[in-house]
């Protein structure tokens, strides 16, 4: 017979942690919509298009980083394509891709919404634990990362 058991203190920690995180997400979300007018997710596709050279992602690479199906991700985009937000553009190593790219206007949002999502981390995360205990939680996601990704 395989066990499904978890022990007590770890299913604990687990679903504290998925609370912490939905929680979190909400009350982000909400700040972030209420100041900027910007769903939270599209700040995060955003943001990814900010970091990525030239402001551009494969729709698949967009679609993985979002952890969304390439059909979820072609919806995403739509409605932020129709908002003036981002482009999709043909791929010039691959004619047969679409690569999504900032817009000015996008660019212009992302500069607004930054600092309301900066300082809703710091003050909802990073003010709520000190450092030594913000080096820790760092290293316990990346051990589950790591654990994660190599399986």
């Not at 059909?71 to 394509?81: C, K, L, Q, Y």
Request: charged share 25%; aromatic share 4%.
């Amino acid at each position: 017979m395989v066990t499904t058991r978890v022990d007590p203190v770890s299913l604990a920690a687990w679903r504290k942690m998925l609370t912490a995180h939905a929680e979190l997400i909400d009350r982000l979300g909400k700040e972030m919509e209420s100041a900027t007018g910007l769903p939270l997710n599209w700040y995060e596709v955003l943001l990814y298009l900010v970091e990525a050279p030239d402001e551009r992602l494969r729709m698949h690479q967009l679609a993985e980083s979002l952890l969304l199906s390439r059909s979820a991700a072609t919806r995403f985009v739509d409605r932020m394509e129709r908002a003036g937000l981002v482009e999709r553009v043909p791929c010039t190593k691959d004619g047969r891709g679409t690569n999504v790219t900032l817009t000015p206007r996008g660019r212009a949002a992302f500069a607004a919404a930054a600092p309301v999502h900066l300082a809703g981390i710091r003050r909802h995360f990073a003010d709520v634990i000190d450092r030594d205990e913000t080096l820790q939680l760092d290293s316990i996601m990346s051990k589950i990362l790591r654990a994660l990704r190599s399986t």
